[in-house]
């Protein structure tokens, strides 16, 4: 069987063994969102997850995949905007006291 890519030949590997030790830490990071919805009852980390840059608005508002909010942020498939008006809820955002000139 022949692999076009690194990734490609992981995902065979993984879909035909999975119940060895993976790292699923790294792997919920770097493989592609689609594959990882197609084996939702695999460990991946939600959070690590959430990092992964081939997760999209697209997925997030489709509810294929909840995140953790923490983990989206790193995301940089998910802009700014969308984190403000999708994740951050108003009534979260907190007004800082900023007091010049105290330290």
Known sequence: MEF???VDR???LI???PKLEWDWMHLSFILPIEFILKYPD???KKRAVSMNNS???DHINNNL???DINGLCYNQSISFDFYLKNI???SQITTIPWEEGKR
């Open 4 to 6: 076009d890519n690194v």
């Open 15 to 17: 879909e035909t063994y």
């Open 65 to 67: 995949f909840v995140p």
């Open 55 to 57: 997760l999209t608005e």
């Open 10 to 12: 992981l995902m065979f």
């Open 88 to 90: 951050i809820k108003p």
């Open 42 to 44: 695999f460990p991946w």
